[in-house]
């Protein structure tokens, strides 16, 4: 059974940082692409953030040059570094991991609130 956790959320100011991570078990996680995706109240869920199994990873404009998504494959986790966090990155975050046959599995979220 595949299952992604995520922890790592919160509450900080704007202007502060947070890490999100992502902790995978029940899968390879290395053969896998993951990203992150966040849902504010009343919007439909977005792609922040996407890293494939071998490659580059790209980024949502809106986060570019703040955000950072980055994986270990020893450990089964990915992660995004936020830095200068702004109330409009205010979300759930969802991370997300497909596979080569486009299987598509969900963490549970992690809340991140950014106070202005």
């Known amino acids: 059974q595949v299952q992604l956790v995520e922890s790592g959320g919160g509450l900080v100011h704007s202007g502060g940082s947070l890490r999100l991570s992502c902790a995978a078990s029940?899968?390879?996680?290395?053969?896998?692409?993951v990203g992150w995706y966040r849902q504010a109240p009343g919007k439909e869920r977005e792609l922040v953030a996407h890293i494939p199994a071998a490659g580059a990873a790209n980024y949502a404009d809106s986060v570019k040059g703040r955000f950072t998504i980055s994986r270990d494959n020893a450990k089964n986790t990915v992660y995004l570094q936020m830095n200068n966090l702004k109330p409009e990155d205010t979300a759930v975050y969802y991370c997300?991991?497909?596979?080569?046959?486009?299987?598509?599995?969900w963490g549970q979220g992690t809340q991140v609130t950014v106070s202005s």
């Open positions: 997300n991991l497909v596979t080569p046959t486009k299987t598509i599995y």
């Open positions: 029940g899968i390879i996680f290395r053969i896998n692409a």
